[in-house]
């Protein structure tokens, strides 16, 4: 598989982070955690319960994206997650990227607010989780996007993907 910008998206707690770090050791590609890249600032907003703002946003993609343009330099696949919630984000991330694959991690409310209530995160609550849902503008169907339910496992969202990936 030639190098190819990936991104795993979906509302916080749909396993993002889980399926990038997997699929990108699977491909030999590079892991980056987009929640890594937030400034204080917006974590400060997070974690006080206050939902991010397009323009607490857009100084964040521009480092998301630059990070991936290294990683490609490199000839390695970078497997980025992200929320991506709005469209305008997903065109914002791809622009500069032609040639991309978009995963979208899809599942509902309260099976998300579950997962959110049993985990840690440095920020991010299920408090937040509402706004994410009304943000969420689902991807319509297109070439070089994959929908799946957070209810496969792991190993078959992985597998899914993996063969996705041959034939995208």
């Not at 396993?15 to 400060?44: M, Q, W, Y």
């Not at 994959?146 to 496992?153: D, Q, V, Y």
Request: proline share 7%; glycine share 6%.
């Amino acid at each position: 598989m030639n190098p190819v910008f990936i991104v795993i998206m979906g509302v916080s707690g749909c396993g993002k982070s889980t399926i990038a770090e997997r699929l990108a050791a699977e491909i030999g590609g590079v892991f980056l955690e987009g929640d890594d890249f937030h400034p204080p600032e917006n974590k400060a907003k997070m974690g006080s319960g206050i939902p991010l703002q397009d323009a607490d946003r857009l100084p964040w993609f521009d480092r998301l994206i630059e990070e991936a343009k290294v990683v490609l330099d490199s000839s390695r696949s970078p497997v980025l997650t992200c929320s991506a919630l709005k469209e305008l984000y997903r065109e914002t991330l791809f622009h500069d990227f032609p040639d991309h694959r978009l995963v979208y991690l899809a599942g509902s409310f309260d099976l998300i607010k579950g997962r959110l209530d049993a985990r840690e995160h440095e920020y991010m609550t299920s408090d937040l989780l509402r706004s994410q849902f009304a943000t969420l503008e689902e991807p319509a169907p297109r070439s070089g996007l994959l929908t799946l339910p957070i209810e496969l496992t792991p190993d078959e969202i992985i597998a899914a993907i993996l063969e996705w990936l041959k034939v995208a």
